[in-house]
């Protein structure tokens, strides 16, 4: 039995200065059951390579380009993609009956990439201009997910769908060229659930922004008045870059106020809803405690400014997952402020930050809420301690 039936090689350099060329082609196993296709709209100076193996049962593909470009291969319920439009994009994929398994590195503004299976989802998207790889590897009983942004190991997960687990979300923000960026990656075990994006003309004339400007998550707190209590940890590299503990303290309980406040439910703690722990742990660990705490990210990463890793589990309510934890992390390497003056404002980043546990998406990514500037979840360019109208609405569909 020969075992490679079909070798495809494309290469693709747009010479002329006035020409765009977009390309579609795909190739199908002989039974129809696995099947790669890739596509390119290639204008002057875009290139894409692409080549394709494809096997008795077995499939494999790698993709390059400069450009908008997408490639996918798989068979029923079961395919890898990777896409990007004004960035870079190099994947590798391949897939079996039993088992599929990608990765992908991507590069500019407005970028994303994701891995389906029959049983589990992993999605990860950045804007800006930062660097986000994603890899995968599921098969119908595990999902082994991981990435990093900038170099920076974000997310790391091993998920089955037949355990309580049901997904884990990393959110956050990195430094870029001029401004501040932000990524956005999760991995789902279970059949794709859903992101609730209202499609809308968003008002940007109103004060607050527009009340349909947000998106949900797919988990929230499940429990009636959760009252969410925060650790956070209280250690050199909060003291050592002239923030005052106390101070982050008050500048946290806050932003839980102010979610507070929006809502009919007691989010967080009206008492004790900060803990200081000096010998609390920095980073995102899953051990039980929501954490807030800063750590010197290493120097090779040092483009991250904070994440929140969110953890969910089921059972659904009312569609929503269950979160069970999340922890917020601040890279110590950034000029921090309580003040809201001279620095990057602890309030305005914790708001945002809380927001996600919530069950509030970001909306930098949609181009029709990008522009609405008022919101709390979507990019930081500068303090704001409130509200937007869209964050307001969101968390009044959430919580009541
Ligand atoms: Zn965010």
């Known amino acids: 039995m020969r075992e490679l039936i079909i070798l495809v090689v494309v290469a693709m350099a747009i010479v002329s200065p006035v020409m765009a060329v977009s390309a579609n082609f795909g190739v199908s196993g002989d039974g129809g059951d ?116 900038d170099g920076m190991p974000v997310l790391d997960t091993v998920l089955s769908p037949v355990g309580d687990d049901a997904g884990v979300s990393s959110e956050g923000l990195f430094a870029a060229e001029n401004s501040i960026g932000s990524y956005n990656i999760f991995a789902v075990s279970g059949s794709p659930s859903f992101i609730s994006a209202k499609k809308h003309r968003a008002e940007m004339r109103l004060v607050g922004g527009s009340p349909n400007s947000y998106i949900l998550n797919r988990y929230r707190f499940n429990t009636k008045d959760p009252k969410v209590k925060v650790s956070l940890t209280n250690n050199y590299y909060l003291t050592s870059i002239g923030l005052n503990a106390q101070e982050v303290k008050k500048a946290i309980e806050r932003s839980g106020e102010t979610w507070d406040a929006a809502s009919r439910q007691n989010l967080f703690a009206d008492y004790d809803m900060v803990t200081l722990n000096p010998y609390g742990r920095s980073g995102w660990i899953k051990d039980g405690t929501n954490t807030v705490s800063w750590t010197m990210f290493p120097r090779r990463y040092s483009g991250a400014l904070a994440g929140v890793t969110t953890w969910y589990a089921r059972p659904r309510v009312g569609g929503f997952y269950s979160v069970r934890e999340f922890d917020i992390s601040f890279n110590s390497r950034y000029p921090w402020t309580t003040t809201g003056q001279y620095g990057i404002d602890v309030q305005t980043v914790a708001t945002h930050e809380f927001g996600h546990p919530l069950g509030l998406a970001d909306l930098y990514n949609r181009r029709i809420y990008r522009e609405d500037g008022q919101q709390i979840m979507n990019s930081y360019d500068d303090a704001q301690r409130t509200l937007g109208n869209g964050d307001i609405a969101g968390l009044k569909r959430l919580y009541g």
């Open 34 to 149: 696995l099947s790669v296709s890739n596509r390119f709209s290639l204008t002057r100076d875009d290139y894409a390579d692409s080549e394709t193996s494809l096997g008795r049962n077995v499939v494999s593909s790698s993709l390059s380009s400069v450009g908008l470009a997408s490639g996918s291969i798989g068979g029923p319920g079961k395919t890898f993609s990777a896409s990007t439009s004004g960035g870079q994009l190099s994947s590798s994929m391949s897939a079996s009956p039993g088992m599929t398994q990608g990765s992908a590195q991507i590069s500019g503004s407005g970028i994303q990439a994701e891995i389906v299976t029959q049983d589990n989802y992993v999605y990860g998207e950045v804007d800006e201009g930062a660097k986000m790889s994603l890899k995968a590897q599921g098969t119908n009983d595990v999902l082994q997910a991981s990435a990093a942004v």
